[in-house]
C-alpha cells in the first residue's frame, strides 16, 4: 500500500522521541520491583517474592547493558519494533489470505 | 498497566489465561478468514506503534506513572480482533525481552490491554460513527472517545485483579502474599492514573492518528468498510 512508507518514518520518530517517557521518574502503580516494596511496605509479599523474578528478560526495563538510558531506551524502541514486526509480518503471511488486487 | 509477576496469585493468572484463549483461538480464526496480506504492512505497523507508545510514560499526579495503549486506534483500522493479536504481539515482545508485564501474567495483561481495551473501545467508537460517512469527524471523535472508555474500563479490569489478591491469598495470619493492596486502594489509584492522564494521552493519540488518517490516507480508514457488517 502507498503511504506505508510514511507510517514506518513516523514510528522511527516516535522511537527517537520514546526517551521522553524517561522524564516520568515514578513507577507505574502495581509494577514495583522487590526493593521498593521493601522501603514502602518494610517487607516483601512471600509469593511476590518468590515469583517476581521467574523470568530474566535480556533487555531489562528497557535498559540495554552497557549503554547510557536514553541510547538505551532508544535501541530498545527499535529492537522492540523491529521485533513485533517481523513477528506480526510472519503470522500475518501464515494467517493472511492472499488478495489480487 | 502491565502487571508484573508476583502480584496476581498463579491461579489467577491460570483463570486470566484460561479468559484470554478462546480470545486469541476466535482471532487467529477470522485472521484467516479475513486478513489479506495487503494489510499485514498495516498489522505489524500499528502493532508496532503500540508498543513505542506504551514507552511514553506520563507521570501521573499520585508519584506514579502511566501510558497509552493504542488498541482500540488498531480496532478501528483493522478491527478489534486484529488490534487482540497485535497487541498481545507488543505485550508478548514486552514481557520477554524487556521484563515489562509478567511471563505467569501475560494472560491478564493480554485480557485487559488486547481484549478488553481493543473491544469496549471499539464497541463506544461504533455507537458514536454508526452511518457516519467517510471522513466525518465523528469517526476521530468516537476514536478518541472510546479510546478513552476503553483504556479505563481496561484499568479497572487490573485493578480489580490486583485488588482481590489479599483477601483471597494470605498467609494464615493474614498477611498478604501476591499484591498487598485491596480493591478500596487498588481501584482508586488505577483510575486516577488512567482517568487523567493516561486517558487523556490515549484519546489524543487515538483521535489524532484518525484525523491525520483521513486527511492523508484516507484509503487506510475505509479498509474494512463492508467487513463491519460480519464483526
Known amino acids: 500500500m502507498k503511504g506505508t512508507a510514511r507510517l514506518f518514518i513516523g514510528l522511527g520518530i516516535l522511537a527517537i522521541l520514546s526517551p521522553l517517557g524517561l522524564m516520568a521518574s515514578g513507577t507505574a502503580w502495581g509494577e514495583w520491583g522487590v526493593e521498593e516494596f521493601s522501603k514502602m511496605l518494610g517487607y516483601v509479599p512471600q509469593g511476590l517474592a518468590r515469583l517476581s523474578d521467574l523470568w530474566k528478560a535480556p533487555i531489562p526495563d528497557y535498559s540495554v547493558p552497557g549503554l547510557g538510558e536514553v541510547s538505551g531506551y532508544v535501541l530498545s524502541a527499535f529492537i522492540g519494533m523491529a521485533l513485533i514486526i517481523i513477528i506480526t509480518w510472519g503470522i500475518g503471511r501464515i494467517l493472511g489470505q492472499k488478495l489480487e488486487k | 498497566m502491565h502487571i508484573p509477576d508476583g502480584y496476581l496469585s498463579p491461579s489467577t493468572c491460570a483463570v486470566m489465561y484460561t479468559a484470554a484463549a478462546p480470545f486469541w483461538y476466535v482471532a487467529t480464526k477470522k485472521m484467516k478468514k479475513e486478513l489479506s496480506t495487503r494489510m499485514v504492512p498495516l498489522m505489524s505497523i500499528f502493532a508496532a506503534f503500540s508498543f513505542v507508545i506504551m514507552m511514553f510514560n506520563i507521570p501521573v499526579p499520585d508519584g506514579t506513572t502511566a501510558h497509552a495503549v493504542g488498541g482500540t486506534l488498531m480496532a478501528i483500522v483493522l478491527g478489534p480482533w486484529a488490534a487482540t493479536l497485535g497487541v498481545s504481539i507488543a505485550l508478548m515482545v514486552q514481557a520477554i525481552f524487556f521484563g515489562d508485564g509478567g511471563i505467569l501474567a501475560f494472560g491478564a495483561n493480554c485480557f485487559n490491554m488486547a481484549i478488553v481495551l481493543p473491544f469496549v473501545g471499539y464497541a463506544v467508537y461504533r455507537i458514536i460513527s454508526a452511518n457516519a460517512p467517510p471522513g466525518s469527524a ?41 499484591c ?47 467487513r463491519e457488517a460480519r464483526t
Open chain 2, 180 to 226: 498487598p493492596y485491596g480493591l478500596s486502594q487498588a481501584i482508586p489509584a488505577m483510575m486516577l492514573a488512567h482517568l487523567t492522564v493516561a486517558g487523556i494521552a490515549e484519546m489524543a493519540v487515538t483521535g489524532g492518528v484518525i484525523a491525520f488518517l483521513q486527511k492523508t490516507m484516507p484509503v487506510v480508514m475505509t479498509l474494512r468498510l463492508g
Open chain 2, 138 to 178: 465523528r469517526h476521530w471523535l468516537g476514536g478518541a472517545i472510546g479510546s478513552y472508555v476503553g483504556i479505563n474500563t481496561a484499568s479497572l479490569c487490573a485493578a480489580i485483579e490486583f485488588g482481590i489478591q489479599p483477601v483471597l491469598f494470605h498467609t494464615s495470619n493474614g498477611t498478604p502474599l501476591y
